[in-house]
Structures are given as C-alpha cells and as structure tokens.
C-alpha cells in the first residue's frame, strides 16, 4: 500500500528496486503495479511507513491469540468478535475452527456475510456463531448478476436454511444510489424476510465513499467513483417503507446515525 502523505522523498525506494518499478510521478514515488513483483523491499527500507504492507496470512491459533488478549474486555463491557470479509463463509474450515475456539472461552462472535457459499462446508460453524449481518443487496436475480456477477437464488437459499439454525439474523442492505435504491427493491427484500422467524431486524446502510483511498493506496481502480452518499431523506423515506411490512411481524427497519438506531414508524 502506498501512502503518498507519509512521503518524505528520500528515494530509497526507488534505489533497492529490482524491477525499477518505483518513478517519481507529480512529486511522489509512485509503484508501477504492471512491474512490481512483491519483494517488499521497498517496504523494508521505508521507515516512513509511505510503502507498507497491509495484511498477512495466520492460522486459527495465531488468530485465536490475538482475540484472547481482549477477552478480560469483552467480559466487564460485552461485545466479541465479529469476522468479516472478503467473505467469511468461503473459509468454512478456518471460520469453523476459529469461532468453536472462541465459543470455548465464552467469547461473542458474529460474521458479516453476503450470504454466497457452499451451506454443506459452512454449516460446520453455524453452532459456534451468536450473531449474523446478512447482505441482501437485490431482491431482482437479473439485477443481482448484473451488479455482483451472481444471482440471488443460492443467498437466498442459503438464508433460510441458515434460519433454522435460531441463529439472530440482522438482514442489512447497502443502498448504492442508481444501483439498488429503488423502493421496489427495498419493499421486495422487506416482503421476502418478514416471515422468517430468525430475522430480527432489517438495516439500512446508506453507501460512502471512504474506501476510495485504500483504492487508491492500493493502485486499483474504484469502480464507484463519481457516486454519491444517498440523501438522508431518501434513506429515512426507505426505512418507513420497509418498516411498514416488517411491523406487522414485530419487526423493524433502522439505518445508523451518530452510532444510534433509528428507527422510524
């Protein structure tokens, strides 16, 4: 990852560069991804931190190691652990292992999922899990492929036999003006969960752009650049529509604000 910001223009990344991938572009040190071969060396000579290496592999135990040094934490002031993504139940071995070894030491856990896997593989570790977010982005299976590159039958299938597990179900939507901000699209999610008994509440989440710049620092393209925020009151306009067909099944639809629910009636 780069980070232009923390740049003091030493140069030194530039020099250990094998692939001569490193240029000074606008006054920065700039990566040529098409020829960088991941050496790092540059990572290791940048005591600046503006070339840094984001994300390592480790097993379960070294996870597992990391969590139970907050564990005194969780047990005065509550919370878990909450594994995410990527996606969770693509790693149904490690997520299994993982989540049964917090279960052991009474930790919380939860997932956020966008629902897509194989249920034989994950199911594994739905005994050891106290809490789910589930993603259901399009209610449309044509829509859902043509902005994921799936459609919605197996997450779908996959939610209700997830819900037969008593697992508590926080079914959320992330509403992406001009993709899936349509009022039919959020009635018709609100309509397809209200029945299941394991979905608790239905949330909102209003799109930001705030990882545009891990884009960047990573060299990859944003494909949502140029899309805004929707507006409060569309939001706001949203949640009462869904609330509405939720709360005949003592169920409501919030979105966030400040941290604090709101839920409108």
């Known amino acids: ?38 050496c790092l060396r540059c990572v290791d000579v940048c005591y600046a931190e503006s070339k840094e290496l984001v994300g390592r592999e480790m097993d379960a135990d070294a996870v597992f190691k990391e969590i139970y040094k907050d564990r005194l934490y969780y047990e005065l002031y509550g919370g878990g652990v909450t594994f995410s993504g990527g996606e969770p139940l693509t790693h149904p071995e490690f997520l299994t292992a993982i989540t049964e070894k917090c279960k052991r030491f009474r930790i919380n856990t939860a997932i956020e999922t966008c629902g897509f896997g194989d249920y034989e593989a994950f199911k594994t570790a739905l005994p050891y899990i106290d809490h789910i977010f589930f993603d259901l982005k399009h209610i449309d299976s044509a829509a859902h492929q043509q902005l994921t590159g799936a459609g919605n039958e197996e997450i ?28 039919e699209n959020i009635i018709g999610i609100a309509t397809l969960i209200k029945d299941i008994p394991a979905v608790k509440e239905y949330e909102l989440l209003p799109y930001h752009n705030l990882g545009s710049g891990k884009y960047a620092s990573l060299g990859r393209p944003y494909a949502l650049g140029g899309t805004e925020p929707p507006a409060e009151e569309q939001i706001i306009q949203l949640v009462k529509l869904a609330g509405q067909i939720l709360k005949p099944s003592g169920k409501q639809c919030f979105y966030t604000k400040k941290n604090k629910k709101e839920i409108l009636l």
């Open 156 to 183: 779908i299938k996959n939610l209700n036999l997830i819900s037969n597990h008593d697992i508590p179900i926080t079914v959320r939507t992330p509403v992406v003006p001009g993709y899936n901000d349509s009022q």
């Open 1 to 38: 990852m780069e980070i232009p910001r923390k740049c003091i223009h030493c140069g030194t990344c530039q020099r250990v560069c094998p692939e001569a991938a490193i240029s000074l572009v606008d006054g920065d040190f700039v990566i040529d991804r098409s020829q960088c071969r991941n």
